[in-house]
């Protein structure tokens, strides 16, 4: 067959864009949105029986609306099965978007996320279809997936169930800003948290009886800090980074009821990233010291110290597609076909790609279009959106 790649019709393309961006799906509640994912696949004429959903969502520790969406095209012509994914959901911060177009952007109205993030993915998956579809190409067979709670652990990627896969030989998962940077590899990540139960006392009267739970809390991130594992961590045997992203109390509240009362109670979640997954899990131990030379030094009259609970555990695998994979070279070869010259990244975020390739499917993540991701700066490039539409149709299509 030939390489060449068709046009894609950049008006539906648009369309099926600002169709997902409408309808609201923040992490965990995914419902509506494979729903309409689920009607557009159906009016572009993929039949009812070759979409279906897993359960993945009886197994995620999370409430979740729905497992993840499925889709089964059988191959038109020989080759290994090729999966191609996205993610349904968006961060909270999307609630309510209310997208328009200014120029070649989509963007909100200024006070809420856009949710390109990943509505994009969703997009160019039934644009690639709709493609193939229309124009009658030659293709391997393909299975797309749309997972669910991406934004809030990776967890569709991470609970499905690999027979799901069908055999898929590679993976082309469509969450960034570029086509033409092809991330292959990225960092792992192991989440932390500690409760410190101090003791309260009256801050004015007799402070020295109390136990406080915040002074704890600050000095053991300040000894992380002078540990070197905080923030950006580099070290003889491995790097990465660390955050403590919540500070706070009991259920969600400020740890403290008032400034008259030494406080009894800190609650600290966060995470640790490294290309090295063992090397994160080092950053939190790096952690767990420091909380406890913490709690050893903060004592009331009598000499108690407050009670320090630490724990961690892995939240998702690092990876690295090697670029002489064959992967790597099917989306390189793909990026050219388009016109473009390609570039592998290693990412320093989670991706679905990171549990994909766990899963046994080698997986290169493309993007298409999102820019200022999480934020209400949020916009979608459309015509770097419409090249990730492109790049998606030549690796479906590629021999």
């Excluded at 600002?18 to 923040?26: I, P, T």
């Excluded at 969406?69 to 209310?98: E, M, Q």
Aim: net charge negative.
């Amino acid at each position: 067959m030939s390489n060449d790649v068709p046009n894609i019709d950049v008006k539906a393309a648009e369309e099926h864009l600002m169709r997902f961006l409408s309808v609201e799906g923040v992490t965990g509640e995914e419902a509506a949105i494979a729903e309409a994912v689920s009607e557009e696949l159906k009016k572009i004429g993929v039949p009812a029986s070759a979409i279906r959903y897993d359960s993945v969502n009886e197994r995620i520790p999370l409430p979740t609306q729905t497992g993840n969406l499925w889709v089964d095209l059988p191959g038109t012509r020989k080759g290994p099965r090729l999966l191609f994914s996205t993610h349904l959901d968006t961060v909270p911060l999307c609630a309510g978007a209310k997208p328009k177009r200014e120029g070649d952007r989509i963007v909100s109205d200024g006070t809420t996320a856009l949710g390109g993030d990943n509505r994009t993915g969703c997009a160019v998956l039934v644009t690639m279809v709709e493609t193939l579809l229309k124009n009658n190409l030659p293709h391997p067979p393909i299975t797309l997936l749309f997972t669910v709670r991406e934004e809030s652990g990776l967890h569709g990627a991470r609970e499905l169930d690999p027979a799901d896969l069908n055999g898929a030989v590679m993976c082309f998962n469509v969450d960034g800003k570029l086509a033409s940077e092809l991330i292959t590899g990225a960092v792992g990540q192991e989440n932390w948290e500690v409760e410190i139960k101090g003791k309260a006392s009256h801050a004015g009267v007799a402070p020295d009886k109390g136990i406080s739970a915040t002074l704890v809390a600050s000095l053991a991130l300040a000894e992380a800090h002078r540990g070197g594992w905080f923030g950006k961590v580099v070290k003889p045997d491995g790097n990465g980074t660390s955050n403590p992203g919540v500070f706070g109390g009991k259920d969600g509240k400020a740890a403290g009821d008032a400034t008259n009362v030494v406080t009894d109670y800190v609650h600290i979640v966060g995470e640790a990233r490294s290309p090295d997954v063992a090397f994160a899990t080092k950053i939190a131990a790096g952690y767990r010291e420091a909380f406890a030379k913490a709690q050893a030094e903060v004592t009331d009259v009598d000499g108690e110290t407050a009670e320090v609970n630490f724990v961690s555990k892995p939240s998702y695998p690092s990876f690295e597609v090697k670029d002489d994979a064959p992967a790597v070279k099917h989306a390189n070869r793909a990026v050219e076909m388009i016109g473009l010259e390609p570039v592998t990244l290693f990412s320093n975020g989670g991706l679905d790609a990171n549990w994909l390739d766990k899963h046994g499917v080698p997986t290169v993540t493309i993007g298409a279009g999102q820019y200022e991701i999480h934020t209400i700066k949020e916009y979608i490039d459309l015509p770097e959106f419409a090249q990730g539409c492109r790049l998606a149709v030549a690796l479906a299509t590629l021999e």
